[in-house]
Nanobody, 115 residues
Framework: QVQLVESGGGLVQPGGSLRLSCAASGNIFSFDYMGWYRQAPDKERELVAVVFRSGTTQYADSAKGRWVMSRDNAKNTVSLQMNSLEPEDTAVYYC?????????WGQGTQVTVSS
């Protein structure tokens, strides 16, 4: 069993930045990919960014050009640098680690973008 712990959420003004981190209790290289999802009130959870074992990243259209996801295999962490935040980005952000036989979620971290 792998535990994922997110950190870095908070309240930020529009146009501001936050850096989310996800620390895994196990070796993240064992997962096919790790992703960041978000869920706003009354909306479905959606994928915003993913990094594959190869290091390749993919982003949702809402994140392209604004956010960068990275991984540090030595520290078993993934991060999401979020710039140019907008009120529409307000949500709980979840870290996910997935392989063919496993699927782990963190507890989530709240991001609120408001003036």
């Amino acid at each position: 069993q792998v535990q994922l712990v997110e950190s870095g959420g908070g309240l930020v003004q529009p146009g501001g930045s936050l850096r989310l981190s996800c620390a895994a209790s196990g070796n993240i290289f064992s997962f096919d990919y790790m992703g960041w999802y978000r869920q706003a009130p009354d909306k479905e959870r959606e994928l915003v960014a993913v990094v594959f074992r190869s290091g390749t990243t993919q982003y949702a259209d809402s994140a392209k050009g604004r956010w960068v996801m990275s991984r540090d295999n030595a520290k078993n962490t993934v991060s999401l640098q979020m710039n140019s935040l907008e009120p529409e980005d307000t949500a709980v952000y979840y870290c996910n680690a997935k392989s063919l036989t496993t699927n782990y979620w963190g507890q989530g971290t709240q991001v609120t973008v408001s003036s």
